[in-house]
């Protein structure tokens, strides 16, 4: 349709950077979550999988080949055992979006404006790196939803001395500036443990960063709760 072929002779505008291990169960519900997205710009899909053993890279390879937005990066060896991050080292340096927003394979979006009204900030307010918002959690040893502890944490506007407390940011919810400062910036946390609440006390070291009090995504809670893309939150 017409709106279709408008979309496409536009520059990428946000770029999702999907990071999954052995999400068989949960990738499809995560994807669906992007693809349910009404936004007036156009976004692309960026799935990296790290060798997953389950069935997890069929279910992706499968929405790959029916929508051209997705672009995977299949590992065949697990990058993170070595080192390696799908984050830093793959998806981010791939990223064409003017933003970029986070999530894990295991949880999922549940507004379809999400996107914009993130981005929509953003394009108002240049003095803000980032934006986040609340999100319910799920219990998947108990199978129940819970409200989220770290909400309480979190004031409309926050900034880095309240984030070097403890981080309050679920990486489901972060919707940030792509900048070329954030690429060098990028490349002096490869040389520490990245994880990330360390990515995001230096994308909040660059400028403001704004909490959407709205509840815009899941976040799964397996079987701890610790939590990180970058390090995986499944292996802790």
């Not at 929508?67 to 390696?84: A, C, M, V, Y």
Request: hydrophobic letters at 35%; glycine letters at 4%; a negative charge.
């Amino acid at each position: 349709d017409m709106q279709s072929s408008l979309k496409m002779d536009k520059p990428i505008f946000v770029s999702i950077s999907c990071i999954t291990y052995n999400h068989e169960k949960f990738i499809r519900q995560c994807i669906e979550g992007f693809l349910m997205q009404k936004t007036n710009f156009p976004i692309e899909i960026l799935i990296f999988d790290d060798a997953s053993t389950d069935g997890a890279q069929q279910i992706i390879q499968e929405y790959a080949s029916k929508d051209h937005r997705i672009i995977t990066f299949l590992q065949n060896e697990n990058q993170w055992s070595k080192g390696k991050y799908g984050l830093l080292d793959w998806l981010f340096p791939a990223a064409k979006g003017k933003y970029i927003a986070l999530c894990e394979g295991d949880d999922y979006w549940t507004d379809p404006l999400k996107l914009q009204k993130q981005v929509d900030f953003l394009e108002a307010n240049p003095e803000y790196s980032m934006t986040f918002h609340k999100v319910k959690i799920y219990n998947e040893i108990e199978h129940k939803f819970e409200e989220d502890v770290i909400n309480d944490l979190t004031k409309e506007d926050t900034n880095l001395h309240d984030l070097l407390k403890g981080n309050y940011i679920r990486t489901v919810s972060a919707v940030i500036r792509n900048t070329s400062q954030l690429a060098s910036l990028i490349d002096k946390i490869k040389t520490a443990t990245p994880g990330d609440w360390l990515l995001f006390i230096i994308i909040a070291s660059t400028r403001k960063i704004k909490y959407m009090n709205q509840e815009m995504a899941v976040y799964r809670i397996s079987y701890s709760g610790v939590w990180s893309t970058i390090d995986n939150k499944q292996r802790n």
